[in-house]
């Protein structure tokens, strides 16, 4: 007898509809004979034990007789434990040990304990987001990925525990109808909770120029570099910069969830990443470990902070080849990953955050300490970070030492609060703008491009509408240009990041006080890359 049941595989961010064929003939052999057909890999392969554990330890008796399963469609590969439950009501629908005959509605996914208990596995989301588009209405899965799979509207998600409570699920849907409630998850409670944040800016003395600089790049999401001594508190501000970012929207949060399904990373109590991301690896990271990689390519560190912010510190310490392999995402705001298997696109639109000493001791242009450096030393350890990396990065800053009467003073310095509200407003006036430009471009070919959340995400054609200059401005950029040797790029980040001074401002019009702010945030790499 020949029964099918409905599962999914996850390739990059997306799933595809697995149909789980099962077949069994009614020649009693002396034992079981259990083929698996279909591109299964490893895990896929020894299923077959679990599946028969799970089975006899739920009351179950399988007769010895020769059983193949077929995963279709047979040109994809196959891969994961979550296979396991649909192999097993496949089994039980071939013997005749469930009422229903037609589970084409269901989709299933699981791993089973030999004790016949289900256990969570990675990419729910994606999963869900497949069975809706398939027309898939009902979701059988662990009760530990429910709340992720719930975030999609659609589609009826049932938790379930073991696999005895898949079979009277799917016979009461027969018998009577399922009873059971779906789970139902409110994504708009989850995005608005209170987002608490473990530092906060007010712990920062000094340094007003950096906060600054640091509520620009959060307005318009653009890429910071802070160069200094030790001590100055680079990474005391980088770590309090996620509490002044913008929260996530929904079709962010979405996006961003996806990725932390598949790379198991995703907290099961949460259900849906409510926080920008924010991701900070050691530089002994690999290039693999950075863009993503392996036999079945998985997300990297960009990929996992797509909508938030990657933190590197220590910046020249990270391997040359490291560091090259950030300017593709950084332009593109994708990666795409090669193998021999397959090719993946992973989505890597995120805000760069960079901390570096002016060289190897650390007190280059320190008024306090001597720099023990040659100039030979100094070039050689600036020169680790290139020319092509640094022109995608918007903003360029020196991070001094602080003075005592600083460290010292009474007054106390403004918390994340009150900058987070000035960078809500410029954010609110950018969605507001791009929101505009994109009902009046639907239908054309102008919409087909992806849609855009702040000044950083800004195309050639955006910039020219956006950010238009007076005279003064123009001749004050030209100089710039000239003097300074700027690129192209570097050109139109200046302009991003005058449209984002001026969102901060509330002004509409990009003036010359914003055009002079954005130029001085792009000066500071010729002092020590020159």
């Known amino acids: 007898m020949l029964f099918t049941a409905r599962s999914a595989a996850v390739y990059g961010i997306d799933a595809h509809i697995i149909d789980v064929e099962v077949d069994f003939s009614n020649i009693k052999l002396d034992q079981e004979q259990f083929h698996t057909v279909g591109l299964p890999d490893a895990a896929v392969r020894e299923s077959r034990d679990r599946v028969r554990s799970a089975i006899k330890n739920s009351g179950f008796e399988i007769p010895p007789t020769r059983i193949t399963i077929n995963l279709a469609p047979a040109d994809l590969k196959k891969e994961g434990s979550g296979f396991d439950l649909p192999i097993a009501i496949g089994i039980l629908g071939a013997y005749g040990?469930?009422?229903?005959?037609?589970?084409?509605?269901?989709l299933l996914v699981g791993e089973l304990g030999l004790d016949g208990s289900l256990r969570a596995v990675q990419g729910m989301l994606p999963i869900a987001v497949a069975a809706r588009a398939k027309g898939i209405s009902n979701l059988i899965i662990p009760a530990s990925n429910a709340r992720e799979a719930a975030v999609v509207e659609g589609v009826n998600v049932y938790p379930v525990k073991s696999l005895l409570e898949v079979r009277e699920l799917l016979n009461s849907a027969v018998l009577g109808g399922i009873t059971v409630a779906p789970l139902k998850v409110?994504?708009?409670?989850?995005?608005?909770?209170?987002?608490?944040?473990?530092?906060?800016f007010k712990d920062v003395r000094g340094q007003q120029v950096a906060k600054r600089a640091l509520e620009v790049a959060a307005a318009g999401g653009h890429n910071i570099l802070m160069i200094g001594p030790p001590g100055s508190g680079k990474t005391m501000l980088a770590k309090r910069l996620p509490s002044i970012?913008?929260?996530?929207?929904?079709?962010?949060?979405?996006?961003?969830?996806?990725?932390?399904?598949?790379?198991?990373?995703?907290?099961?109590?949460?259900?849906?990443?409510?926080?920008?991301?924010f991701r900070s690896p050691h530089h002994t990271?690999?290039?693999?470990?950075?863009?993503?990689?392996?036999?079945?390519?998985?997300?990297?560190?960009?990929?996992?902070?797509?909508?938030?912010?990657?933190?590197?510190?220590?910046?020249?310490?990270?391997?040359?080849?490291?560091?090259?392999?950030?300017?593709?995402?950084?332009?593109?705001?994708?990666?795409?990953?090669?193998?021999a298997a397959m090719s993946l696109s992973f989505p890597a639109r995120f805000m760069l955050a960079a901390a570096m000493n002016p060289c190897p001791c650390g007190y280059f242009n320190d008024k306090s300490r001597e720099c023990m450096c040659t100039p030979p030393m100094i070039q050689r350890y600036v020169s680790k970070v290139s020319g092509p990396l640094l022109d995608r990065i918007d903003i360029h800053i020196e991070v001094p030492a602080v003075q005592y009467k600083e460290l010292r003073g009474g007054a106390a310095a403004e918390g994340s609060d009150h900058i987070r509200a000035r960078v809500l407003a410029a954010r609110e006036r950018q969605h507001t703008r791009f929101g505009a430009a994109a009902e009046r471009t639907k239908g054309s070919a102008k919409?087909?491009?992806r849609q855009i959340f702040a000044n950083s995400q800004m195309n050639t054609q955006q910039i020219r509408a956006y950010c238009e200059l007076s005279s003064d401005a123009e001749r004050l950029l030209e100089r710039a240009m000239q003097q300074q040797g700027l690129s192209a790029r570097a050109h139109d980040r200046i302009l991003k990041v005058a449209r984002t001074i001026a969102d901060l401002g509330g002004e509409q019009d990009i003036a010359v006080k914003h055009?002079?702010?954005?130029?001085?945030?792009?000066?500071?790499d010729r002092s020590y890359w020159s």
């Not at 409110?186 to 906060?200: A, I, R, S, V």
């Open 97 to 106: 040990a469930l009422h229903i005959k037609d589970v084409s509605d269901y």
């Open 186 to 200: 409110e994504t708009t409670d989850l995005l608005n909770e209170m987002q608490h944040f473990p530092f906060d």
């Open 245 to 277: 970012l913008a929260p996530l929207r929904f079709e962010e949060a979405l996006e961003t969830t996806k990725i932390h399904s598949v790379a198991g990373v995703l907290d099961a109590e949460q259900g849906l990443v409510a926080h920008r991301p």
């Open 285 to 339: 990271i690999s290039d693999a470990g950075l863009i993503g990689g392996g036999m079945m390519p998985r997300p990297g560190e960009v990929s996992l902070a797509h909508n938030g912010l990657l933190f590197l510190d220590e910046l020249p310490e990270f391997p040359r080849n490291v560091l090259e392999v950030l300017r593709q995402p950084l332009e593109d705001g994708h990666v795409t990953i090669a193998r």
């Open 447 to 449: 919409a087909a491009s």
């Open 515 to 524: 055009i002079a702010e954005a130029i001085q945030y792009r000066t500071l």
